[in-house]
Every structure is written in C-alpha cells, then in structure tokens.
C-alpha cells in the first residue's frame, strides 16, 4: 500500500466533497469458483482500496460526513482461520497502517445502518457490480436488490470520479514501473517465442505467467489471437501460421492492483507483407498523431475523431475508402474498419471506474454520448486534464459479418469500396495501444517502450 498519508488525504478530499450524511464503501467477498471454499482469485474493490488501501474480503469503510469520523467494519481472524491460513495481523493494526483509528465488528454495521435510516439521514453507495453487493446492499438497506441500482448516490459518484480521475503521482509510479518492469517483460517474451507451429494458448500462458512471477496477475483476461478482427478474442486455441498477424492486448496489473492495457500486433513470420504493412503503418500514424495530440483543454472525442480521420484518409490512399474522407467520418462510414472507441482511462481499474457507470466517467453536460455506430462505442469524450491516464488505442479490422450486413444493406456505398474490401476479408485486425498521462502541457506515454515500428518489430522478431 502507499503511505498511510495517501489514504487520510483522499478521504480528506472525499469528506470535503459531501454534503452530508453516511458513506457506505464496501470491501469486495471472496467469490467461489466450484464450491465455497475453492475460490477465484481475490481482487479488491477499487473504490475501497483507493479510500482504504486495504487488500482483504469482508470489510465495509464507513466515512461519516456529519460528524467526520472514519472506520472499518470488519472481523479479525479466529482459530480455525490462523490454522488454514497461518498467522495474520490485527484488524485495529492493519486499519492503523491507512490512517483508520477505530474499527468495529462487521456484525454491528446493521444497526449502524438501521439507526441512519432511522434518523432520516442520506446513505451514500455507488452501484454493486457483484451479486454480494447487491444482498449485503439488500440486507443492510432493506432496498429489493433488484432496485438497489435506483438509489445510488449521484453525489458520491461525481466525487470518486472527480477524486479517482486525476492520478496522484504515486499512482503514475506504480503504473508505470508496471509497464516497465512487467508487461514490457511480457511483450518481449512474446516477440522471443511466437512462431509458425505454436498454438496461441502458449503465448498467453508464457505472457500471464510472466506478470504472475512479479506477484501482481493479469489487468483483465489476455486477448491474443490471430483473428484479431475479432475485438475481445479470449480464445487462444489456435495454431499460428507463416502470413498471419496475431494481435496482443495484454497488461500486468501491479501488486497494489493498478491496472496496465497495452496492444500490440506483430506477424507470426517476424516479417509483414507488404499488404499487413500498408495497414499497419495507417494505424501506427493514428496512433502516434493522436498521442502528440493530447493535452489539457482538448475534448478526448475530437482526438477519436482525428484517428477516424487518419483511418479513412489511409484506407482511401489504398481503395478500400473513396469520396469526402471528412463527410465519411463525419457519417460514420469509417467505423466498419474502426468500430470501436480510441480509449478510455486506466488506473485501479483497466476501464477505470466503469463500475460506477461509464457516463460519469467520460461524458459530461458539455460532452454528451453519441449514439452513431462507433463513436457510441467511444468511452471517454470530454476534455482531458492534467493527471489523466488514457488509452490511445485505435484499430482497423476486417470484420467478415459486419462487411456482408452493411454491403447487402447498401451502407455508405459512395464511401467504402466493397470490391476492394473483399481482398482483405481474411485479413484479421491490428490494433495498438499505449497507456498515455496528460502532463501540464501535453502527454507522456507511460513506461519503457515496446516495439512498436515496423521496423522496431521485425528487428526485435530476427533476434
Ligand atoms: N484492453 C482491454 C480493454 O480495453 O477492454
């Protein structure tokens, strides 16, 4: 965890970001995978552990915003726990080390709870992304679980998004000693092993065991595939040939759990064609234009609509656009290549606090959601300040479905030259991505850099 100073000054800020009333922060359970004492990998609920810094189940924060006081619902450990699990420290001395002074049995929250609701004061919650949530949420608040959505707190939602959005610099360490230290080592042992022959599964195994050697796991489930057309391909069963290109969108996530989401596509043969070439590069020069593009003040929809732009001018340089490349974007037509968002922020969570709801997270008054194929896809529009960490992400991909509905529809016939995309329909997808902060005047791409030019690839693949 960071210091414990961190944590007293983010609830500090939340306190003074209140009203009033009672702020419900609830620790994440241990979920079961086959029965209940085999479970999945524990991982923390952001928005506590970004408040509390604490990475154990079944404990609730409670942030009194009336009278100010701060604590932890929680047990410690009895008998048959320390023989299972060995030794653990006290609650009051965990909870001390994140600047929390008192704790209390978990089972007292309920008429903590109760007595709130009795004296007619607000309980602030953000919504439950868990069926435990949703129950504890239940049974706290005597609120149907299937409504609990209904009374989340707007309050609470814009101060953690407002808290969580800017990154304190301890955070950009953690983030990109990460990309450093971690998925870099994970990229470099991809670009060592992949060959002709191998199944993807080994290339995914090798990358998510390498980010379990550094005692963090993976951010999210590794996508790797040679059907990268395919946006979030979890299948990793197939055998990689000589002519494809394998697309890997993997990151590590830290040890105190931030999340790192970088993308690369490389060619299984260590050389791209000529026609892979002509793509890549396209999406090589959005990527990049778009990152020097990025700086407080700027709307984070403009810099989409500058990769849109970027897209349907190379595609047009080739045949597979023709016409107005602005009218083009500006219609939408460049989505069937470019169907989804050029990125969205990144911190404890991979979408970070998509939880919360994504609207909050991107959009504002001034910024509101598009509903138009593709941009609506777009999960961060508004404009960017000084500590945001992004994705730049952008992508083409030949989407064998999505091309045979919009040509038998007649779509955007006078934009996109469908005889010409017929020769690309076995051609998969390429994206790549890097995780980006807004400095004071611009941006800095976090971590050491993965091979990512043409040239950069096929040196780093002939070694
Ligand atoms: N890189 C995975 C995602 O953005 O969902």
């Not at 991505?433 to 941006?443: A, Q």
């Amino acid at each position: 965890m960071f210091k414990k100073e961190v944590y007293v000054e983010r609830r500090k800020k939340l306190q003074a970001e209140m009203n009033c009333g009672l702020v419900l922060l609830p620790a994440n359970t241990e979920s079961p995978m086959n029965y209940l004492a085999n479970t999945y990998h524990f991982r923390q609920d952001s928005t506590f552990l970004y408040f509390f810094g604490l990475n154990l189940p079944n404990l609730v924060g409670v942030v009194d915003i009336d009278s100010g006081e701060e604590l932890i619902y929680g047990n410690d450990i009895n008998l048959d726990d320390i023989i299972w699990m060995g030794p653990q420290p006290k609650l009051t001395d965990t909870c001390a080390n994140v600047g929390i002074a008192k704790t209390k049995p978990l089972a007292s929250l309920d008429e903590a709870v109760k007595k709130a609701i009795l004296e007619s004061r607000q309980i602030h919650f953000l919504a439950p992304y868990r069926a435990e949530r949703k129950l504890q949420l239940e049974n706290l608040l005597g609120i149907n679980h299937a409504n609990i959505a209904n009374y989340v707190s707007e309050e609470l939602i814009n101060a953690v998004v407002k808290l969580r959005s800017v990154k304190d610099d301890c955070e950009v360490i953690e983030m990109e000693n990460t990309i450093t230290n971690v998925t870099c080592k994970m990229y470099d042992a991809a670009l060592k092993a992949i060959t002709a022959g191998k199944y993807e599964r080994e290339i995914s195994g090798l990358m998510e065991g390498i980010s379990m050697q550094h005692g963090g796991t993976v951010a999210y489930p590794v996508i790797l595939s040679v059907n990268g057309e395919t946006l979030h391909n979890h299948y990793h069963g197939n055998k990689m040939q000589n002519g494809d290109l394998l697309l890997i969108d993997a990151g590590a996530e830290s040890t105190m759990s931030y999340a790192t989401d970088i993308t690369r596509t490389f060619p299984v043969s260590g050389k791209f064609t000529q026609k892979q070439r002509e793509i890549y590069e396209i999406v090589l020069r959005a990527e990049t234009e778009c990152i020097e593009a990025m700086r407080p003040g700027v709307l984070n929809r403009d810099i989409h609509l500058k990769a849109a732009q970027i897209i349907a001018t190379g595609l047009k340089e080739i045949g597979l656009m023709k016409g107005n490349v602005e009218e083009a974007v500006k219609a939408g037509a460049h989505a069937m290549f470019f169907p989804h968002g050029l990125g969205h922020m990144i911190g404890l969570d991979v979408h970070d606090m998509e939880d919360i709801g994504e609207n909050y997270v991107g959009y504002n008054a001034e910024t509101i959601r598009a509903e138009q194929f593709g941009l609506a896809y777009l999960r961060m529009g508004r404009r960017l300040e000084k500590g945001f960490v992004l994705t730049v992400e952008p992508g083409i991909y030949f989407i064998p479905a999505l091309i045979d509905k919009w040509r038998a529809d007649g779509k955007f016939m006078e934009y996109i030259n469908y005889e010409k995309v017929d020769e690309y329909k076995d051609f998969g997808g390429i994206r790549i991505e890097d995780d980006v902060l807004v400095t004071e005047d611009g941006y800095r791409i976090l971590g050491k850099n993965i091979p990512k030019t043409v040239e950069e690839i096929e040196a780093a693949m002939a070694r």
